[in-house]
């Protein structure tokens, strides 16, 4: 069973909304944290925010906080990334991703090395 799976990716315009959803095995869901990265073509992966699932703690990337939201349904083993005011600069390969290890702050869950387990991506773009 694949551990993550994104949907929703797609095209919109400048200024508009997107919900990225992120199916996860029991399993999967059960780590310590998910969060959500993305990697634009020449770039490196960018962090954008994490859940820490046993606090319910949420992190942000200064890039998007205020934007983006992370959203989990613990019933449904889905995490969710609402994104909202979107611009070019958005435009990238989304993934989700899932940490089974724990850490006392937060800051190694904004590092993908961080993570076990990553979905295969989907794609935003933006037009402007």
């Known amino acids: 069973q694949v551990p993550l799976v994104e949907s929703g990716g797609g095209l919109v315009q400048a200024g508009g909304s997107l919900r990225l959803s992120c199916a996860a095995s029991?399993?999967?869901?059960?780590?310590?944290?998910v969060g959500w990265f993305r990697q634009a073509p020449g770039k490196e992966r960018e962090f954008l925010t994490a859940?820490?699932?046993?606090?319910?703690?949420?992190i942000y990337a200064g890039s998007v906080k205020g934007r983006f939201t992370i959203i989990r349904d613990s019933a449904e083993n889905m995490v969710y990334l609402q994104m909202n005011t979107l611009n070019a600069e958005d435009t990238a390969v989304y993934y989700c991703?899932?940490?089974?290890?724990?850490?006392?702050?937060?800051?190694?869950?904004?590092?993908?090395?961080?993570?076990?387990?990553w979905g295969q991506g989907t794609q935003v773009t933006v037009s402007s």
């Open positions: 991703a899932a940490s089974s290890n724990s850490y006392f702050s937060d800051q190694p869950y904004t590092r993908g090395a961080s993570y076990d387990y």
């Open positions: 859940l820490r699932t046993g606090t319910g703690r949420t």
């Open positions: 029991e399993r999967t869901f059960s780590s310590a944290a």
